[in-house]
Nanobody, 120 residues
Framework: QVQLVESGGGLAQAGGSLRVSCVASGRTSSTYEMGWYRQAPGKERETVATINWRVGSTYYADSVKGRFTISRDIAKNTVYLQMNSLKPEDTAVYYC?????????????WGQGTQVTISS
């Protein structure tokens, strides 16, 4: 099992910046990828950004490319999402995710979510 605890987020104005963090604990040695997803009211959860835990390669949704940066601190088992040039449409609950592979079985773990609200 992997436990994820998010922090950060909150309220910002359009054009501003926020950073969310996610600390992983438990059986983290099997984690191969972590990422951030978001869900706005009435919409499905969508991928924001992911990072390969071992090599650090990243993926970004088109909607956040050039504005958001995902990074990790392996020693702290922490993944960050730096969000710049925020837009009202970035308003959502942001969820941290960890994907692990144990004995050929893939497991996904989720944090409790943190609210990000951007005012225009």
């Amino acid at each position: 099992q992997v436990q994820l605890v998010e922090s950060g987020g909150g309220l910002a104005q359009a054009g501003g910046s926020l950073r969310v963090s996610c600390v992983a604990s438990g059986r983290t040695s099997s984690t191969y990828e972590m990422g951030w997803y978001r869900q706005a009211p009435g919409k499905e959860r969508e991928t924001v950004a992911t990072i390969n835990w071992r090599v650090g390669s990243t993926y970004y949704a088109d909607s956040v490319k050039g504005r958001f940066t995902i990074s990790r601190d392996i020693a702290k088992n922490t993944v960050y999402l730096q969000m710049n040039s925020l837009k009202p449409e970035d308003t959502a609950v942001y969820y941290c995710n960890a994907a692990s592979l144990v004995a050929g079985n893939q497991n996904w773990y989720w944090g409790q979510g943190t609210q990000v609200t951007i005012s225009s």
